[in-house]
């Protein structure tokens, strides 16, 4: 007789329960929505950097040291004008901000429709494109980078010393 104690495991074919599918919904789009009500709370620099200042962060060592912004330079400005609805001044700060900022919402949706519905849907989206979408984070981190230091130093911008 067999033993009826022993619960069969769960193969890789089963899917996985809609509890846990809404809670991972969630657990993907509370930091986007997060980051978002953040940006809201905050006003982004006319400047184009130093927004994050407003957290009580310390200014970019980088631009006191050298002068130049670093790559991650005007993120948060570009984020913060962006959720205010000023795409253009967003797109100044930081271009790969703006591109962020479509991507937290675009994932924080995506993760609430997952929790309501109970459907893998950031499975379907994400599966086996980790490698894909570290390379754009990474190439977008330093495109938005050339982008800010080229027209910084073509309207003398930078070095600010």
Same mark, same amino acid.
């Given at each position: 007789?067999?033993?009826? @104690?022993?619960?069969?495991?769960?193969? !890789? &074919?089963?899917?996985? !329960?809609? @509890?846990?599918?809404?809670?991972?919904?969630?657990?993907?789009?509370?930091?986007?929505?997060?980051?978002?009500?953040?940006?809201?709370?905050?006003?982004?620099?006319? !400047?184009? &950097?130093?927004?994050?200042?407003?957290?009580?962060?310390?200014?970019?060592?980088?631009?006191?040291? &050298?002068?130049?912004?670093?790559? /991650?330079?005007?993120?948060?400005? @570009?984020?913060?004008?962006?959720?205010?609805? &000023?795409?253009?001044? @967003?797109? !100044?700060?930081?271009?790969? /901000?703006?591109?962020?900022?479509?991507?937290?919402?675009?994932?924080?949706?995506?993760? #609430?429709?997952?929790?309501?519905?109970?459907?893998?849907?950031?499975?379907? #989206?994400?599966?086996?494109?980790?490698?894909?979408?570290?390379? #754009?984070?990474?190439?977008?981190?330093?495109? /938005?980078?050339? #982008?800010?230091?080229?027209?910084?130093?073509?309207?003398?911008?930078?070095?600010?010393?």
């Amino acid at each position: 007789m067999p033993n009826s @104690s022993v619960k069969p495991t769960e193969s !890789k &074919d089963t899917p996985p !329960k809609p @509890s846990r599918l809404r809670i991972a919904g969630l657990l993907a789009a509370a930091p986007c929505w997060i980051v978002l009500a953040v940006g809201l709370s905050l006003n982004a620099r006319a !400047k184009g &950097d130093g927004t994050h200042t407003q957290l009580g962060l310390t200014p970019c060592r980088t631009m006191v040291v &050298d002068g130049i912004p670093c790559p /991650g330079c005007g993120l948060t400005t @570009s984020i913060t004008a962006a959720v205010h609805g &000023d795409l253009i001044a @967003s797109v !100044k700060a930081n271009v790969f /901000g703006t591109f962020l900022f479509f991507v937290l919402v675009f994932i924080g949706s995506v993760g #609430i429709m997952q929790a309501l519905a109970g459907r893998d849907f950031l499975t379907r #989206i994400f599966r086996r494109r980790v490698w894909l979408i570290c390379g #754009i984070m990474i190439t977008g981190t330093l495109v /938005g980078w050339a #982008i800010k230091l080229a027209i910084g130093y073509n309207n003398g911008q930078y070095p600010t010393h």
